[in-house]
């Protein structure tokens, strides 16, 4: 009797041969590179430094195309950005010590984000292992336990034969849902000695699928075909999933509401009727999910965005589908399914029954009227135009990266991504930075649209160093620096809560000069003349910036 496990893959001659004669002056850094590709990797970002030189020497060999950043968080947020993109595992090439932990920060947001990054970090020589203080250049007693709550797993390797495997194990876990970031590390001496094993060919790192348990989406199916006012809030992971459209088919069939949450931009057509967009820092759009009766949460952990910071009180039955294990019912008691969102979704669409009901569309329509009431009230004539100004520019399907900036709070309830995986921020982790090099590595994902970032002045002078990154490689993206001369959301809070800011207010460069220094054409432009400004920048290839000296203000947030 055959069992699947006893059947083996007999090598090629050809495969023997070169197994027996693999090609003189390899190193453990080939091996790496050779992983990468077999596993089909394409493209690798990352900065070199000494004990990494192992790999970058072998990466010179390969076919594999390099992205070097200035920074290794910047480098950090363009791989995550590939991920999102393509929704493949970003290989990330890191230093040890002061390298490995600048990432930490883009790591965090990869992770909060599920975006599937493949961080490869050096390390000191093997023999410098096991927490001694032996005095090397970077050392830390456990370079991986400062990785180790951040990313989804880690990986340590101390001979060159165990490099295909850990990277392999490596690659599955990041890819798995819900994808997310790794970390790997190869000491020094490992990377640069010589190598007698064979080339690497081909590896399966397949990641097996989050399927839903048929008995909790049997039950599901009847909550909701029986429901009276059903409700679903469709977060980051059925973009993930590219999930949308089963998304929209159950919506219809159902006569289901749906708004979106932040991460979840694009995943629901905006202007379909039954789309409450994306207002879920309004207390019209809390109230109206917690009086459904039952509620479908799709790909999100209702965390603090989501849930207008944790004022959401659902008074009807909730159903939970979401990959990650962790956030099921971490907020609110449920019917947790843990489960791609597609596969779930899949899985509903076979086993609910149609229901109809006429009054959900003006029930949505009531909503969103009371939405602009109230922010018609507010006298916000200009953050609106700027909005629309941004959506007018952009071309449908480029994709577009906003940093921790009022606009881009403005965004996350008020802009029509148009189209599912197009619009993202670093709303996950919340950290500084993020846009610029992130449209970047969006750039390098998909060079045939392009690439909008949007940051202030703030968020900029993280990222300044990048502009020489985008004129190095070409890349179609178009920076909007919005300038307020500070931390303008920060000085907001502050003043709201104390009366006077502090800490926040920034001297800055002629950002126009700046960019042009670096060969970068820049436009110093105006609220009336944004569009215009910013159409002509995205349809001129290449990279550009648009400077909008601009003092915003944020809605009345209804929460507190």
């Known amino acids: 009797m055959t ?3 006893d059947l083996v893959l007999r090598p090629t001659p050809a495969q023997t041969e070169a197994a027996l004669n693999p090609p003189a002056g390899r190193t453990g850094g080939d091996l790496v590179i050779e992983t990468l590709t077999g596993l089909g990797a394409t493209t690798v970002f990352g900065l070199p430094g000494q004990h990494a030189l192992g790999t970058f020497d072998a ?9 070097g950043l200035r920074a290794e968080n910047n480098a950090g947020f363009a791989a995550d950005a590939y991920g999102r993109i393509t929704g493949e595992a970003a ?8 390298g490995a932990l600048m990432s930490l920060a883009a790591l965090q947001e990869a992770a909060a984000a599920s975006a599937p990054v493949l961080a490869l970090g050096s390390q000191i020589p093997a023999a410098g292992l096991g927490g001694g203080r032996h005095g090397y250049l970077h050392e830390l007693r456990d370079q991986q336990a400062s990785f180790r709550d951040v990313v989804k797993s880690v990986h340590t390797v101390r001979t060159q034969s165990q490099i295909p495997s850990a990277i392999a194990a490596a690659w599955e876990s990041a890819l798995t849902a819900p994808h997310g970031p790794v970390w790997v590390e190869i000491p020094q001496d490992v990377l640069t000695a010589e190598t007698i094993l064979p080339v690497v060919t081909a590896m399966d790192a397949t990641p097996e699928d989050v399927a839903p348990r048929p008995e909790l989406t049997a039950l599901a199916a009847h909550l909701l075909s029986t429901a009276e006012r059903p409700a679903i809030i469709a977060g980051g ?4 999933s590219d999930a949308s459209g089963k998304l929209r088919a159950l919506a219809e069939k159902l006569d289901a509401p749906v708004v979106t949450t932040f991460g979840g931009k694009g995943a629901f057509p905006w202007k379909h009727p039954l789309s409450l967009q994306s207002w879920l ?6 109230d109206f999910l917690e009086d459904a009766d039952v ?3 799709v790909g999100s952990g209702l965390g ?4 207008n910071y944790h004022t959401f009180a659902p008074r009807g039955r909730v159903i939970q589908i979401e990959a990650d294990a962790g956030k099921l019912e971490s907020n609110h008691p449920a019917l947790g399914i843990h489960a791609d969102a597609r596969l779930a979704l899949q899985a509903l669409l076979e086993t609910t029954e149609p229901r109809t009901d006429p009054t959900a569309p003006d029930r949505v329509r009531a909503v969103l009227d009371e939405v602009a009431a109230r922010l018609a009230a507010q006298d916000l004539d200009l953050e609106h135009r700027l909005v629309a100004s941004v959506r007018e520019a952009l071309p449908p399907r480029a994709p577009s990266f906003w940093d921790m900036t009022i606009l881009a709070y403005w965004a996350w309830s008020a802009f029509d991504a148009r189209h599912p995986n197009t619009m993202h921020s670093a709303q996950g982790a919340g ?3 993020y846009a610029y090099p992130a449209a970047l590595g969006a750039a390098a994902a998909d060079p045939t649209v392009p690439v909008l970032a949007v940051s202030g002045d703030g968020g900029a002078m993280y990222s300044i160093a990048e502009l020489a990154t985008a004129k190095q490689y070409g890349f179609d993206v178009t920076w909007l620096i919005v300038d307020d001369g500070g931390y303008g959301i920060l000085r907001a809070y502050m003043t709201d809560a104390y009366g006077e800011p502090a800490g926040t207010e920034l001297a800055r460069p002629d950002f126009v000069a700046l960019a042009e220094s670096f060969g970068v054409p820049a436009v110093l432009t105006t609220p009336d003349t944004l569009t215009a400004d910013l159409s002509k920048a995205l349809a001129t290839p290449g990279p550009s910036v648009v400077v909008l000296p601009a003092l915003l203000r944020m809605f009345e947030p209804t929460h507190l």
């Not at 290989?91 to 002061?98: D, N, Q, V, W």
Request: hydrophobic fraction near 30%; avoid cysteine; charge should be positive.
């Open 281 to 286: 820092e309004d207390r019209h759009t809390t």
């Open 431 to 433: 950290g500084l930075g």
């Open 295 to 297: 509620l479908l949460v």
């Open 91 to 98: 290989p990330l090439l890191l230093s040890t010590g002061p």
């Open 59 to 67: 990466l010179r060999r390969s076919t594999l195309r390099y992205v």
């Open 304 to 307: 603090e965005l989501s849930s």
């Open 237 to 240: 992971g059925v973009v993930r």
């Open 3 to 5: 069992h699947d496990h």
